[in-house]
């Protein structure tokens, strides 16, 4: 399964399922910290060079990002499980439409997505109550980043296709090479060609399209299973509706959590422009420090994925149970990190002198820290799920995840001001582990049975 025409491919249904998790999941874990750097890197030379205000028009339009961005990870990881099922399966003509399939629905995603997108951010800015200072700059970002969405689509969905093979290593250096050009292209897109905050968007949209450029040269060179043939296009019906069955909820639960993160936003918008800062460059802290439990997640839905697909039930039981262990005990040491270095990382974004965004983005990293252990978990049944081709439960999970921030925008900011807003996250987490726990205990029952 491992030859030179096929990368690093890697049947994951033998071998030992800890080993397989771990050393599948370091790399994972590598390229979700370099992609969350995108948006580190945007945030930090932001801050830096642009001040406070900029920072946080920047930072405001990230509930906006991850509405539709969230979606079309979540969509395109969800047309994977199909093509990895297949890849277990040894069916490797499933294989190739499975990839045709996510071709044409990404193209269609993100023809849809873009123009929705631009027509409509700034009127979604102004709904969100963004303050009037920060308005226009906000929108200068979030109108490029919807334009060029189809960059972001594709990228996901070719490592994505990569990762279903069992390689997750070459989408690390895909992506790690992604963010070197950016950071090498915002310093001069912002200052030495002075489009400042547009300039941010566009050079992250250069970056994203090169990193296209890298995916295409190296499955053309080294994956042939991903060579896609004009017949492959020639669609079934019932494996199109599969993919869109598991794609689509997995994105619309991205884009139901995204909901409340906007809806937090608006509350946040109130407080104003200092407490908006903070929860930017702390929110940026926590999307990197959340890596290690999201990735044990991701791999367990390739892992669980493959092993279904070759009716591998045991392995998948076996697989959840080592990947808690080991996600939980990541979750306990970033936890500690950010508690302890909470202030001095947010003052990297802002300078020493803004005190209150610093005291507000250590309150929040303090309190998310201590309440990963909920979140590792969650992604690990969540994932699992979703590598078995489920999406009731997630869904409803999502459901209860957005429920959950809403009643923090809603009574706890208003109770507890920035306090409130911390404790968003954490109740949402919790409140999303509940129906993923029960549903996962059922179904394992269920596996073992047969």
């Known amino acids: 399964m491992h030859n030179k025409n096929n990368g690093a491919v890697k049947d994951l249904t033998v071998g030992e399922p800890a080993r397989l998790i771990f050393y599948f999941t370091l790399p994972l874990l590598a390229g979700n910290v370099f992609q969350q750097l995108f948006g580190f890197v945007d945030t930090l030379i932001v801050g830096r060079f642009l001040g406070v205000e900029a920072l946080a028009a920047v930072g405001c339009t990230g509930p906006l990002m991850f509405l539709m961005l969230g979606f079309v990870s979540g969509m395109t990881s969800g047309f994977s499980i199909c093509t990895g099922q297949s890849f277990g399966a040894k069916n490797f003509d499933g294989v190739r439409k499975s990839a045709a399939i996510c071709v044409a629905l990404s193209l269609a995603a993100a023809v849809v997505l873009s123009i929705v997108g ?24 979030i109108v490029i980043i919807y334009g060029g969405v189809i960059m972001f689509i594709f990228l996901q969905m070719l490592t994505n296709l990569i990762r279903a093979l069992g390689d997750s290593k070459m989408p690390t250096v895909i992506q790690a090479t992604t963010l070197c050009i950016n950071i090498l292209l915002e310093p001069v897109a912002i200052i030495g060609l002075g489009l400042g905050i547009p300039g941010s968007a566009a050079a992250t949209i250069v970056a994203l399209t090169l990193g296209n450029v890298l995916c295409l040269v190296y499955i053309k060179k080294r994956v042939h299973y991903l060579h896609v043939r004009r ?16 794609g689509l909820p997995m994105g619309f639960q991205s884009s139901i959590i995204a909901i409340g993160a906007v809806v937090l936003q608006i509350a946040l918008n109130s407080l104003g422009s200092v407490a908006v800062a903070a929860f930017a460059a702390a929110h940026r802290v926590d999307g990197i420090a959340v890596m290690p439990m999201m990735s044990f997640g991701v791999a367990m839905a390739a892992y669980t994925a493959q092993n279904f697909g070759a009716k591998q039930f045991g392995r998948i039981v076996d697989g959840v149970k080592k990947c808690v262990l080991m996600s939980c005990s990541f979750s306990i040491l970033v936890a500690i990190f950010n508690i302890y270095l909470g202030d001095e990382i ?10 209150q965004v610093i005291e507000y983005g250590r309150l929040f990293l303090i309190i998310t820290g201590i309440s990963y252990w909920a979140l590792a978990l969650l992604f690990i049944f969540r994932f699992t799920l ?8 997630p869904t409803i999970a999502g459901i209860v995840e957005l429920l959950m921030r809403i009643a923090a925008a809603i009574f706890l900011v208003d109770w507890y001001g920035f306090l409130g807003a911390c404790l968003a996250s954490p109740m949402a987490w919790i409140g999303g582990l509940l129906p993923l726990m029960i549903a996962f205990f059922m179904t394992a029952k269920k596996l073992l049975a047969k």
């Open 118 to 141: 631009v027509a409509f951010c700034r009127d979604l800015l102004v709904a969100m109550d963004t303050p009037p200072e920060i308005l226009d700059g906000a929108y200068s970002f």
């Open 231 to 246: 017949e492959d296009f020639s669609f079934d019906k019932n494996f199109l509706l599969e993919h869109l069955r598991i």
């Open 346 to 355: 947010i003052e990297l974004f802002v300078g020493a002198e803004a005190a």
């Open 386 to 393: 979703q590598g078995l081709g489920q999406s009731f439960v």
